[in-house]
């Protein structure tokens, strides 16, 4: 079956603006969760939604926002943009979040660069 | 204080050899302790998910251990080949919930 899907794959943003990330879990998975990897702080934690509302949210400013569609997709957000949101954002599916029945599945992530 | 600690930073090692990767934490309960694997420019792919009474979980060449008295959990590679070649990190997840705690994780490096 087809794995996570991110798009887009690649991004450049000038500071200030606003972007939008998209993210399509594995067919059955009603859980996705968001995460920021840099070299500096490693992976980190954004938020989770499950049947389109979040479940979980990691210590994110307000800036960063998602939502889940009824579809189980999702779009993360990010307004006013800054040099330090340049980074690795990892989408991954479950079938219900990270209890220890659920495997977790990545996306290969969308690459953004803020300048 | 990163309340996840992986050790070494990074390892070089030679093909065919074994090797054995650290994790040592700090937050509890957990649920659930992962290992995952992420090569250049992907996402991580899940190894080994261990609850807090097991012992040790294998996925092939993989076995993770898990000791919770002293919070460490370790990864052992056997006969390492040169796809072995990535991060792996180390992931603990909280009881009750979503919450969770990423290692920083190990450079592995895998010459012939």
């Known amino acids: 079956k087809a794995g996570v899907t991110q798009t887009p794959r690649y991004l450049i943003k000038t500071r200030g603006q606003q972007v939008t990330l998209s993210c399509s879990p594995i067919?059955?998975?009603?859980?996705v969760s968001w995460y920021q990897q840099t070299p500096g702080q490693g992976l980190q934690f954004l938020f989770e939604?499950?049947?389109?509302?979040?479940?979980n949210k990691g210590n994110f400013p307000g800036r960063f926002s998602g939502r889940q569609f009824s579809n189980s997709r999702s779009e993360m957000n990010v307004s006013t943009l800054e040099l330090g949101d340049s980074a690795l954002y990892l989408c991954?599916?479950?079938?219900?979040?990270?209890?220890?029945?659920?495997?977790?599945?990545f996306g290969p992530g969308t690459r953004l660069t803020v300048t | 204080k990163n309340q996840v600690e992986q050790s070494p930073q990074s390892l070089i090692i030679l093909e065919g050899k074994n090797c054995t990767l650290q994790?040592?934490?700090?937050?509890?309960?957990?649920?659930?302790l992962r290992w995952y694997k992420q090569d250049t420019g992907r996402g991580p792919v899940s190894l080994t998910i261990?609850?807090?009474?097991?012992n040790t979980k294998s996925n092939g060449r993989y076995t993770a251990t898990l000791d919770a008295d002293t919070k460490q959990s370790s990864l052992h590679i056997t006969a390492s080949q040169l796809s072995d070649s990535a991060s792996y990190i180390c992931?603990?997840?909280?009881?009750?919930?979503?919450?969770?705690?990423f290692g920083t994780g190990t450079r592995l490096t895998v010459i012939p």
């Open positions: 991954a599916s479950s079938r219900d979040g990270l209890a220890i029945n659920y495997e977790q599945y």
């Open positions: 067919s059955g998975h009603r859980s």
């Open positions: 939604y499950f049947s389109e509302t979040q479940r």
């Open positions: 994790c040592n934490y700090t937050v509890s309960p957990f649920s659930n």
């Open positions: 261990m609850t807090f009474s097991e």
């Open positions: 992931v603990v997840i909280l009881t009750g919930a979503n919450n969770l705690f």
